[in-house]
């Protein structure tokens, strides 16, 4: 063969990409090392993604026992070096006002939140301040902007992070018939019930058993639909009408519903309410009130 052809068809790797120089163990390392670390940023990237996205949806649709991730740095100005974090539970809502409760301990590094709850600090008896902070939907949406709430966490069957958020509770068993409470038991369950056409209607009938029948845990339920509109028209009356009776049987969260509602109507007094309880001789310890009661 003509030696030019030879020289044309010769294979040269030592000029091409398969350059044994290419291919020593240090340079495969970095390749592998340069290929992890393009893939932990993307995971983390997309992961962090995942979290605000999640984050804005449990803004907007709460439920209790969610937990906020604070930082407590943007709310106040009177902190330690060290204080910087810090844990927030949601324990009630009541139309658009959600109620929190802040944790006692402040943490230095946001993983400390974290492992607090991986290793059940959360049920701790003394844990959350007694205090309740009612924020409305669109304070927790402008502490959610300002990043003072960076991230929002929903339990599920009352775990996350591998602990439970609360104590288990355990069911008694119990033969003592106490009307309203089968109906009030069967309108939370239909309540939950999304597949069924007619759930709403359905959870409203079974409230509406359970507070004619004096059961304030139904009466609160009842209450509650009347605030959210739910199955009927919203009626912030209503509303107040079964908070009060809930109230009226020293119901906590009667009390403490009627009193964040009334505060949302013109017409509503929150010292004439809390004189007919007082009247009435329900034990209203629950909340610090800026009024005097009248002993007559």
Same mark, same amino acid.
């Not at 355990?170 to 106490?178: A, F, P, Q, R, V």
């Given at each position: 063969?003509?030696?030019?052809?030879?020289?044309?068809?010769? $294979?040269?790797?030592?000029?091409?990409?398969?350059?044994?120089?290419?291919?020593?163990?240090?340079? =495969?390392?970095?390749?592998?090392?340069?290929?992890?670390?393009?893939?932990? $940023?993307?995971?983390?990237?997309?992961?962090?993604?995942?979290?605000?996205?999640?984050?804005?949806?449990?803004?907007?649709?709460?439920?209790?026992? @969610?937990?906020?991730?604070?930082?407590?740095?943007?709310?106040?100005?009177?902190?330690?070096?060290?204080?910087?974090?810090?844990?927030?539970?949601?324990?009630?809502?009541?139309? @658009? =006002?959600?109620?929190?409760?802040?944790?006692?301990?402040?943490?230095?590094?946001?993983?400390?939140?974290?492992?607090?709850?991986?290793?059940?600090?959360?049920?701790?008896?003394?844990?959350?301040?007694?205090?309740?902070?009612?924020?409305?939907? +669109?304070?927790?949406? +402008?502490?959610?902007?300002?990043?003072?709430?960076?991230?929002?966490?929903?339990?599920?069957?009352?775990?996350?992070?591998?602990?439970? $958020?609360?104590?288990?509770?355990?069911?008694?068993?119990?033969?003592?018939?106490?009307?309203?409470?089968?109906?009030?038991?069967?309108?939370?369950?239909?309540?939950?019930?999304?597949?069924?056409?007619?759930?709403?209607?359905?959870?409203?009938?079974?409230?509406?058993?359970?507070?004619?029948?004096?059961?304030?845990?139904?009466? =609160?339920?009842?209450?509650?639909?009347?605030?959210?509109?739910?199955?009927?028209?919203?009626?912030?009356?209503?509303?107040?009408?079964? &908070?009060?009776?809930?109230?009226?049987?020293?119901?906590?969260?009667?009390?403490?519903?009627? =009193?964040?509602?009334?505060?949302?109507?013109?017409?509503?007094?929150?010292? @004439?309410?809390?004189?007919?309880? &007082?009247?009435?001789?329900?034990?209203?310890?629950?909340?610090?009130? @800026?009024?005097?009661?009248?002993?007559?």
């Amino acid at each position: 063969m003509d030696n030019t052809i030879k020289a044309t068809i010769k $294979i040269r790797p030592e000029n091409g990409w398969f350059n044994r120089q290419y291919f020593t163990v240090a340079n =495969v390392l970095k390749i592998i090392t340069f290929l992890i670390l393009c893939l932990f $940023i993307y995971k983390k990237s997309t992961q962090s993604k995942q979290e605000n996205d999640d984050s804005l949806f449990y803004l907007a649709n709460p439920k209790v026992d @969610d937990i906020y991730f604070l930082d407590f740095r943007i709310l106040s100005d009177n902190l330690r070096p060290n204080e910087k974090y810090r844990i927030a539970k949601v324990v009630d809502i009541t139309g @658009d =006002v959600v109620t929190l409760l802040y944790g006692n301990i402040f943490y230095l590094r946001q993983q400390a939140l974290k492992d607090s709850i991986r290793y059940g600090q959360l049920r701790y008896k003394d844990y959350f301040e007694s205090k309740r902070y009612d924020l409305t939907l +669109t304070q927790l949406k +402008t502490m959610h902007d300002t990043s003072a709430i960076y991230m929002i966490k929903r339990p599920d069957n009352n775990m996350l992070f591998g602990n439970y $958020i609360n104590n288990p509770e355990t069911e008694l068993s119990t033969n003592l018939y106490i009307p309203g409470k089968r109906e009030n038991l069967a309108g939370l369950s239909l309540l939950k019930s999304d597949y069924l056409e007619n759930n709403l209607q359905q959870a409203f009938e079974r409230f509406s058993a359970s507070a004619q029948l004096g059961f304030a845990p139904g009466q =609160v339920n009842l209450a509650q639909m009347y605030l959210n509109g739910e199955y009927i028209d919203k009626d912030l009356s209503q509303a107040l009408y079964w &908070f009060n009776q809930a109230a009226l049987q020293s119901d906590k969260s009667g009390v403490l519903k009627y =009193v964040i509602v009334c505060r949302q109507v013109e017409y509503c007094q929150e010292a @004439d309410f809390f004189q007919a309880l &007082f009247d009435a001789g329900v034990n209203i310890k629950v909340r610090e009130i @800026d009024f005097t009661l009248s002993a007559n």
